[in-house]
C-alpha cells in the first residue's frame, strides 16, 4: 500500500496489470455466459428468465462491494491521508452506481414476467434503489466542488455517513415491506438456490468482480493523467502571468 | 439574431458545464419520486392511480430548485450589467435565460418522467399522453421560474424564497397537467381540453414572463 | 480601431439618490469626441453609483442625457462599454469562448474577436478556462472587452484594479488610443494613470449645485 502510494510507480502498476487482466475478465465472462445460458438448467416455474440472475445478483453483489470499497477509501483519505484515496473513492462511485443501475434494470426485467409490472416495491429492489441514489448523491459532491482536496474529504464524509446508514436503511425497508404485506411473495432468489445453478453464478460473480477491478484501475490511471494535465495547465497559466510581468 | 442565438448557445454551454447542475436536477426528481412509495406503502394500484400527480409535482419541485441558476451567476459576476446594457432588449435577455432553462433542465426531466412512471406503475398506455402534456407545460414551469428568479436575485434564503412565490403560479399548470394524463388511467374523459389549456399557459408565460422579469431584474440591477 | 460614430454626451443638472440620501445634484459637464473625464472623490461619494447612471444602470434622479451625433432613439446605454468592479467572465468558459461570446453578442457583427485578445496580451491563454487565471490576467480579460465590440463611449470604475505596472501602462496605451480614435472616455480611479484628462469631476460632500 505504502509503495503504491507513489502516483507514478501506480501508474506503471497499472500499465503492467491492465492487458492480463482484461484477458482474464474475457475468459471468465465467456465461462460464466456459458455456464449460465447453456449448462444450467430452466427453472420449472420461470423457465429461462430465471437466467438473469446470473447477471442481477453479481452485480448486486459488486454494487455493494462497490461502496465498502469508497468507505474503506473514505477512511484512506481521512485518517491514514492517503495519497490515492480519493482518487479511488471518486473512480469507484460511477463503477458502483452502473453496476447498482444493472442490478435494477436486470431486476425489474426479471420480474416482469412473473409480476406482469417492471417494478414491485419489494424490499430487496427498494434497498439496492437506494443504493443507486445514494451512489448518485456521491457522485453529485464531486462534480459540485471545483477544488479536489476540499471535494475528497467531504465525499469521504458523506461516503462514511452514507456506509453507517446503509444497515438501519435496509433494517427500515425490510420492516417497511412486512408492513404492507405486498401481495405478491416472491422471493426474488427463488425459495433455495440449486446446487447447480451455483457453478455459474460465482464464475460470473468473479468475472465481474475483475470487470470491476479492471475498469476501476483504468479509471484511476485517466483521473490521475487528469489531475496532472489540470496542474501543468495551471503552471502554463503561472508562468504567462510572470512573462507578462 | 445572431446575438439571441450567441446567448442562448451560451447559457446551454454554461448550463451542461457548470459541476452537474442537470445531473443535479435529474436526480432530486428522481429521489422525490423514489421515496414517495416508501411514505405510502408499495400497494402498486394506488401508486398507479396517484402517479400522474406524484410525478408532476416531482417535475415542478425539480425544476423550481434548479432555477435560482437562471439568473444568480450572471448577477453575481457582473455579466448581468453588461448584458442589461446591450443591444438585445432586457425581456428578450430574460426570455432567452429562460428558454434555456427549459432546453437544458426542463426537457431533461421530461425524458425522466416515463422512466420514474415505470417505478410508480403507471400503464404505459399513458407514457405518450404524460411526455405531451409536460412537454406542453414545462415551457410555462420555466418561464414563471425565471419571474421568480428574477425577484429573489440576491437574496438570503433566495431558494425557498423562490418557491414559496412561484408555486402559487404552478397551481394551474399542475392541474391541468394532471388532468391531461389521469384520463389514461382513472376515466374515459378527453385528453384534449387540459393539453390545449396548458398549451394556451405556456404560450401566454413566453410572451408574459419575460416582460416581469425584466422589469424585478431593473429593480435588481440599480 | 474604428469607431462607427463619434458622439458627444453632455449631462444636464443630473441628480442621484441612493437609499433616501441625495448623493449629488445639479451635475453638468459636456465631452466632445476625444475627450476625457476623470471622476474623482472619497469612497460614497457616488463615482460609482455616476457611472451605472451613465451606463443605464441607474435611473437619473433628475436631469437628462444628450448624446449627439449617433443615429437617434439609441439609448446612451448601448453606446457605452461599462467596466466596473466585477468582470464579468465566465470561469467555465476559455478566455477565447468568453471574448468570442461579447464579440457576438455586443458587436452585432462587428465584433472583433482577434483584437480582443491581441490588447492585453491574453493570445497564449486563449484556450485556457477562465477560472484557472489569477486575479490580474481575469481583470485583463474584463478589459479586452472593450476591444470586443466598437463603441464610443468607455466608462471605466476603477480599471486598474488587481493590474500590474505594465498592464497598467498597456491601459494607458488604449484609453489614449481610443480617445484618438475620436472616443469618449470617463474614469474613476484612485490610482494614477498617465493619460491626460480634458475634464475632472470631483464629487463629494460639498458637492452642490
Given amino acids: 500500500m505504502i509503495s503504491l502510494a507513489n502516483p507514478t510507480r501506480f501508474l506503471s502498476l497499472v500499465d503492467r496489470v491492465v492487458p492480463w487482466l482484461s484477458a482474464v475478465v474475457v475468459i471468465l465472462l465467456g465461462v460464466g455466459l456459458y455456464l449460465s445460458l447453456f449448462v444450467a438448467p430452466p427453472d420449472y416455474q420461470q423457465g429461462e428468465t430465471v437466467k438473469i440472475m446470473f447477471v442481477h445478483v453479481p452485480a448486486a453483489w459488486l454494487s455493494m462491494l462497490g461502496y465498502t470499497l469508497i468507505a474503506i477509501a473514505a477512511l484512506g483519505t481521512l485518517i491514514w491521508r492517503h495519497p490515492l484515496a480519493d482518487v479511488a473513492a471518486k473512480t469507484a462511485a460511477p463503477i458502483g452506481a452502473t453496476f447498482a443501475f444493472i442490478a435494477l434494470v436486470t431486476g425489474s426485467l426479471w420480474g416482469k414476467p412473473m409480476w406482469g409490472t417492471y417494478w414491485v416495491w419489494d424490499a430487496r429492489l427498494t434497498s439496492m434503489l437506494i443504493l443507486f441514489l445514494l451512489y448518485l448523491g456521491l457522485i453529485a459532491l464531486w462534480q459540485a466542488i471545483d477544488e479536489p482536496g476540499r471535494a475528497g474529504r467531504a465525499a469521504a464524509i458523506l461516503g462514511l455517513v452514507g456506509a453507517i446508514n446503509i444497515p438501519i436503511i435496509k433494517f427500515s425497508v425490510d420492516w417497511w415491506n412486512t408492513l404492507h404485506q405486498p401481495e405478491s411473495v416472491f422471493r426474488m432468489g427463488g425459495p433455495t438456490i440449486d446446487p447447480s445453478l451455483l457453478t455459474p453464478l460465482f464464475v460470473m460473480a468473479a468475472a465481474f468482480t475483475a470487470l470491476f477491478v479492471l475498469l476501476h484501475l483504468i479509471a484511476m490511471r485517466a483521473e490521475i493523467l487528469r489531475r496532472r494535465v489540470h496542474a501543468l495547465q495551471q503552471t502554463q497559466v503561472e508562468h504567462a502571468a510572470l512573462a507578462e510581468a | ?222 | 480601431m474604428q469607431l462607427p460614430v463619434h458622439v458627444s454626451l453632455a449631462a444636464h443638472d443630473i441628480a442621484c439618490e441612493r437609499g433616501g440620501r441625495t448623493l449629488f445634484q445639479g451635475l453638468s459637464f459636456t465631452l466632445a469626441p476625444g475627450e476625457a473625464l476623470l471622476v474623482s472623490g472619497p469612497n460614497g461619494a457616488g463615482k460609482t453609483s455616476l457611472l451605472r447612471q451613465l451606463a443605464g444602470l441607474l435611473p437619473l434622479a433628475a436631469g437628462h442625457l444628450s448624446v449627439t451625433g449617433a443615429e437617434p432613439d439609441v439609448p446612451v446605454a448601448e453606446l457605452c462599454h461599462a467596466v466596473g468592479h466585477l468582470n464579468a467572465t465566465k470561469t467555465a468558459l476559455t478566455v477565447r469562448e468568453n471574448l468570442a461570446f461579447w464579440a457576438d453578442y455586443l458587436g452585432e457583427g462587428h465584433g472583433d474577436l482577434a483584437g480582443a485578445l491581441a490588447a492585453f496580451g491574453l493570445e497564449p491563454l486563449a484556450d485556457f478556462p477562465a477560472g484557472l487565471l489569477s486575479a490580474g490576467q481575469k481583470r485583463k480579460l474584463a478589459l479586452s472587452r472593450l476591444y470586443a465590440a466598437p463603441r464610443p463611449i468607455w466608462l471605466l470604475d476603477e480599471p486598474s484594479v488587481s493590474l500590474d505596472a505594465q498592464a497598467v501602462t498597456r491601459l494607458d496605451a488604449a484609453i489614449r488610443d481610443h480617445l484618438k480614435a475620436g472616443g469618449i472616455a470617463i474614469v474613476s480611479t484612485h490610482v494614477p494613470l498617465k493619460t491626460k484628462f480634458d475634464h475632472e469631476l470631483a464629487l463629494g460632500p460639498r458637492r452642490a449645485a
Fill in chain 2, 1 to 222: 439574431m445572431s446575438t439571441v442565438r450567441a446567448l442562448l448557445v451560451r447559457d446551454i454551454k454554461l448550463a451542461w458545464r457548470e459541476g452537474g447542475a442537470v445531473g443535479v436536477a435529474l436526480g432530486f426528481y428522481l429521489i422525490v419520486v423514489a421515496i414517495t412509495p416508501l411514505g405510502l406503502g408499495p400497494d402498486l394500484n394506488l401508486l398507479a392511480r396517484i402517479a400522474p400527480g406524484i410525478l408532476w409535482v416531482g417535475l415542478l419541485l425539480a425544476a423550481l430548485l434548479s432555477a435560482g441558476r437562471i439568473f444568480e451567476n450572471d448577477y453575481e459576476d457582473g455579466t448581468l450589467d453588461v448584458l442589461a446594457t446591450g443591444p438585445v432588449p432586457l425581456p428578450v435577455v430574460a426570455g432567452v435565460k429562460c428558454l434555456a432553462h427549459w432546453l437544458s433542465t426542463g426537457i431533461p426531466l421530461v425524458v425522466l418522467a416515463p422512466v420514474l412512471g415505470l417505478l410508480l406503475n403507471l400503464p404505459m398506455g399513458a407514457f405518450p399522453s404524460l411526455v405531451l402534456a409536460m412537454l406542453a407545460g414545462t415551457p410555462a414551469v420555466s418561464f414563471i421560474a425565471g419571474i421568480g428568479a428574477s425577484l429573489t436575485l440576491g437574496l438570503r434564503r433566495s431558494g425557498l424564497l423562490l418557491a414559496l412565490l412561484v408555486i402559487p403560479l404552478y397551481v394551474p399548470i399542475l392541474i391541468f397537467g394532471v388532468s391531461a394524463v389521469t384520463p389514461y388511467v382513472s376515466g374515459p374523459n378527453s385528453v384534449w381540453p387540459p393539453f390545449l389549456i396548458l398549451c394556451a399557459l405556456s404560450l401566454a408565460s413566453v410572451v408574459l414572463a419575460p416582460i416581469a422579469a425584466a422589469a424585478a431584474l431593473r429593480t435588481a440591477l440599480r
